[in-house]
């Protein structure tokens, strides 16, 4: 049985952690969070590739709902998240989380901050992944402090990356 993806967050963690909060303190908090966005964003990004190509999904004809209902799942494993889905159809899938353990994991090392950049910004670059006309939106999370995170995954026929 593979390790489930918040036991592997946890894991991850205990290097990049320190290793953020040292290259913060080298090269300034913005420079140093950038950075780790470009070099997380291309490795999730291509997670989101895999992830549809083992589907054999074309992304322009793929039942968005069903894919990215069954790529949640991955990261909901081990009861790392609570959610209910609000609509799902061939071109959405919109949910909100209610808890999420992986906020929970990064309040209790005190860190949410560093949290939001490891964990919360890797949604977005997965989802472009998935193809360029899939959208994600999401206005607020608890990682942030928010009471729900409110994903909004739809396909946009004009999209364009």
């Given amino acids: 049985m593979?390790?489930?993806?918040?036991?592997?967050?946890?894991i991850q963690a205990q290097v990049l952690v320190p290793l953020v909060?040292?290259?913060?303190?080298?090269?300034?908090?913005?420079?140093?969070?950038?950075?780790?966005?470009k070099a997380l964003g291309d490795l999730y990004r291509g997670f989101g590739e895999e992830f549809w190509k083992a589907k054999n999904l074309n992304e322009n004809?793929?039942?968005l709902g069903q894919a990215v209902a069954s790529a949640f799942k991955t990261?909901?494993?081990?009861?790392?998240?609570?959610?209910?889905?609000?609509?799902?159809?061939?071109d959405v899938f919109a949910f909100d989380v209610k808890r999420c353990?992986?906020?929970?994991?990064?309040?209790?090392?005190?860190?949410?901050?560093l949290g939001f950049l490891l964990v919360c910004t890797a949604d977005f670059a997965t989802a472009e992944?998935?193809?360029?006309?899939?959208?994600?939106?999401?206005?607020?999370?608890?990682?942030q402090g928010?009471?729900?995170?409110?994903f909004r995954y739809r396909r946009d026929p004009g999209g364009s990356s």
């Fill in 2 to 10: 593979s390790i489930s993806v918040i036991e592997q967050a946890k």
């Fill in 21 to 37: 909060k040292a290259l913060q303190a080298e090269l300034g908090e913005a420079r140093a969070n950038a950075l780790v966005r």
């Fill in 61 to 63: 004809e793929a039942d």
């Fill in 75 to 90: 990261y909901a494993r081990d009861d790392a998240l609570a959610y209910d889905v609000i609509e799902q159809s061939k």
């Fill in 101 to 113: 353990a992986y906020a929970e994991f990064y309040k209790a090392l005190g860190e949410p901050e």
């Fill in 129 to 143: 992944g998935f193809g360029r006309d899939i959208r994600l939106t999401r206005t607020q999370t608890i990682m």
């Fill in 146 to 150: 928010a009471p729900h995170c409110d």
